[in-house]
Nanobody
Framework: VQLQAFGGGLVQAGGSLRLSCAGS????????MGWFRQVPGKEREFVAA????????QYSDSVKGRFTISRDKAKNEVYLEMNSLKPEDTAVYYC?????????????????WGQGTQVTVSS
């Protein structure tokens, strides 16, 4: 499974961005997916996760109510819709696949990772 995240950019506080993660490989649609983010000097932080079916989702408290994760199996893509962005949302965002649980907030439980896309929110 190969993952490619894109859609990052520079946005003002209060604005919106939609990140996409394109997956390849026959089993991509069978995997739970997650989004994580990381800033220099800090550990990778969980953002959101979605089950392989799309039925179950999980969010960190810091993004709950502002971000929405979804997936389109026909397109082999997973999305992260980010609204009401704050400067503290600035980070490199990574998509990941392959947790055993339906959803997981633990980075070590994911097998496959994309290359990351930079999101910068200006105040």
């Amino acid at each position: 499974v190969q993952l490619q995240a894109f859609g990052g950019g520079l946005v003002q506080a209060g604005g919106s961005l939609r990140l996409s993660c394109a997956g390849s490989g026959r089993t991509f649609n069978n995997y739970p997916m997650g989004w994580f983010r990381q800033v220099p000097g800090k550990e990778r932080e969980f953002v959101a996760a979605i089950s392989w079916s799309g039925t179950f989702t999980q969010y960190s408290d810091s993004v709950k109510g502002r971000f929405t994760i979804s997936r389109d199996k026909a397109k082999n893509e997973v999305y992260l819709e980010m609204n009401s962005l704050k400067p503290e949302d600035t980070a490199v965002y990574y998509c990941a696949a392959g947790s055993v649980a339906p959803t997981s907030a633990v980075a070590a439980e994911y097998t496959y990772w994309g290359q990351g896309t930079q999101v910068t929110v200006s105040s």
